[in-house]
């Protein structure tokens, strides 16, 4: 039953291939609108969560039109995965870039000009290449995919100059269709988008930006180290998960110290060797419960269905790279945690970074754009979900499923001990010219005898000992929150702090200045939304029954194994969601288990009657 060559397909309906190949009975949100603009010859610009099916918007078109679908993607790390998740399938995929010697590009030029292809990914940067342009001109194209098209907007997070390149398809191959797709774009993104790529007749696709299976957290960081693997120890233990850390030493030392708690953990940044950088993906992506602790170097792209949980140590530099690299949580629409770490330094940090950094004035007046509603998101004492959502002009209502809709933090008038802290910056510039950071001001508030204070005579100033109504870590607060707010700034390399010019109307007492008490953290809640639909036959949300378990777990001890013979991730094999359709419905006969969501005719064929002995076993036992 395995699937037949392009030409034979050509008269099969979207729908049918769906069911037949992809093992699913419906589309979900707008894939079926998408899915017909593309096969109609219209081109499409597509706006689609992490999760949410952009793949089959191009993948299902490739298959009923004539050609070969060419896939652009800056991912080459993981086009080996993405293909043979799709020859899984009986789709007849290959790839061309760098990794591949000259006979393995000859054997698949081949393979294109002769019309044995369904799906070809190209890196961008090979379609600077003449030779490249010319090989497809050979070849009878079915349209042009164009993903992650983030990447062409530099006012976006991920910007690659290669993409800017990308309008020779429309000027080469006019009639064919191009389908760009991204998880995220604000409305100037996805503007600038279209201008480059030359889509200004696409007809756009917008869906929800929701992702109610997740959680998004964001708490105070104290220890970051000890937080992270009390909520890995508490509510994640044995699961998948992505830490992201800024620096590389910071992702060194996490990797280190969670391997020291008996957490498996595997460190990816730039400065690794590529060999390591290759071994350590390729054992997260094929083992189950590796958690990778990396820098944003690592993720986009990764198609890993059962991440439970994306952990930020240090704060993201924009919402869009925030929403993209949690959206690598619960993609197979299971519960799953967003959680983020947040603190003053890393304020400082960002503030500093931006001023200090390259690039014009307009540049750095974006960065700090992006770096204001990142800090509006982690200060809000509304939903996340909603502050989130409204990022990407999306209205929403609180979702009762983030940290501030369970445990709603309290809101009181700072505007005194703002005052205050202002005061002393005040003061110490324009009396004795001299700037500090936060340390050394929280310290003066307080009241403490340091070598410091009295080496500079601190202790004569009238603001010394005023603070003492706020603990240290509150004072903090309230320094992170003034910044937060664009009341003080940073200055330097120091980081020494300055008052904004926000900060007038709050010392002549015309401004209050609320902030925020964090209270009773909030943990993981079975709490969801009824509308979260999940893949397969699971719901966001929903629990496996005890009765299941065991099954699920023989399955996922089968799938590993499975995977591990094959040399593919085990997600290539059955996704967690499809085997919990199965633990969950235990089908006796091939047509029973054909019925469960994710279970295609290619892997019927192939994993049928495996599958139907582990239940038959588990019914004896």
Not at 399 to 421: I, R, S
Request: proline share 4%.
């Amino acid at each position: 039953m395995s699937l037949a060559p392009a030409a034979a397909t050509a008269a099969a309906s979207p729908a049918e291939l769906l069911r037949r190949v992809f093992g699913y009975e419906e589309f979900r949100g707008l894939q079926e609108r998408i899915i017909h603009r593309v096969v109609g010859g219209g081109d499409a610009l597509v706006l689609m969560p992490t999760g949410g099916g952009k793949s089959l918007c191009y993948q299902i078109p490739a298959l009923v039109r004539e050609g070969t679908g060419v896939v652009v993607s800056p991912l080459i790390a993981l086009m080996q995965d993405q293909v043979d998740a799709l020859n899984a399938v009986g789709v007849r995929a290959a790839f061309l870039n760098s990794t591949q010697d000259a006979e393995q590009r000859r054997l698949v030029e081949q393979q294109l000009v002769a019309g044995e292809l369904d799906l070809l990914y190209l890196a961008p940067e090979r379609l600077r290449l003449e030779s490249s342009l010319a090989l497809l001109d050979r070849a009878r194209i079915a349209l042009f995919a164009i993903d992650e098209a983030h990447c062409v907007s530099q006012w976006g997070h991920d910007f690659r100059p290669d993409y800017l390149a990308l309008s020779v398809l429309h000027e080469r191959w006019p009639r064919v269709p191009r389908i760009a797709l991204t998880a995220t774009a604000t409305e100037q993104t996805r503007r600038e988008i279209a201008q480059r790529l030359d889509l200004g007749s696409a007809e756009q696709f917008v869906s929800s930006f929701d992702r109610p299976n997740i959680q998004y957290r964001i708490e105070p960081k104290a220890q970051s180290t000890a937080q992270l693997v009390k909520l890995i120890e508490s509510e994640h233990p044995g699961e998948a998960g992505i830490v992201y850390c800024l620096s590389r030493n910071s992702v060194e030392r996490t990797a280190d110290a969670l391997v020291a708690h008996g957490i498996p953990a595997l460190p990816y940044h730039a400065g690794l060797d590529q060999a390591v950088r290759r071994r350590n993906q390729a054992r997260f992506l094929r083992e189950d419960g590796v958690v990778m602790v990396a820098t944003i170097a690592f993720g986009m792209g990764i198609d890993k269905p059962d991440v439970r949980f994306v952990a930020h140590l240090d704060l993201p530099k924009s919402v869009e790279g925030y929403y993209q690299e949690t959206g690598r949580a619960g993609r197979d629409g299971l519960p799953s945690t967003a959680w983020l770490a947040y603190g003053l330094q890393d304020v400082v940090q960002q503030r500093r970074m931006i001023d200090d950094g390259e690039g014009d004035v307009a540049h750095k007046r974006r960065q700090s754009a992006h770096l204001d509603a990142m800090l509006a998101l982690c200060e809000t004492v509304q939903c996340r979900r909603v502050q989130l959502l409204s990022y990407f002009g999306q209205p929403s209502e609180p979702c009762g499923n983030c940290d501030t809709c369970l445990a709603p933090p309290e809101t009181w008038d700072g505007t005194v001990p703002a005052q205050k802290l202002l005061s002393t910056i005040v003061r110490l510039d324009r009396e004795r010219g001299q700037r500090f950071g936060a340390g050394h001001l929280i310290d003066i508030l307080l009241g403490r005898d340091t070598e410091r204070i009295r080496q500079q005579q601190h202790d004569q100033l009238r603001t010394y000992g005023i603070g003492g109504e706020l603990s240290e870590q509150e004072w903090r607060g309230v320094v992170r929150q003034l910044l937060a707010q664009g009341v003080l700034a940073v200055q330097g390399e120091y980081g020494v702090l300055v008052i904004a010019d926000a900060a007038r109307p709050v010392l002549d007492g015309t401004r209050t200045v609320m902030l925020r008490r964090e209270t009773r953290r909030a943990t993981r809640s079975a709490r969801s939304r009824s509308g979260a639909a999940g893949a397969g036959t699971a719901r966001a949300g929903a629990e496996l029954p005890g009765a299941a378990q065991p099954l699920f777990e023989r399955l996922r001890a089968w799938r590993s194994e499975v995977a591990r013979e094959a040399g593919v991730p085990a997600y290539v094999v059955f996704g967690d969601a499809t085997l919990r359709g199965i633990a969950v419905s235990e089908p006796r006969t091939l047509e029973e288990l054909a019925s469960v969501s994710g279970v295609g005719e290619k892997k019927l064929e192939s994993y049928g009657d495996a599958v139907l002995a582990l239940v038959a076993e588990g019914a004896a036992a």
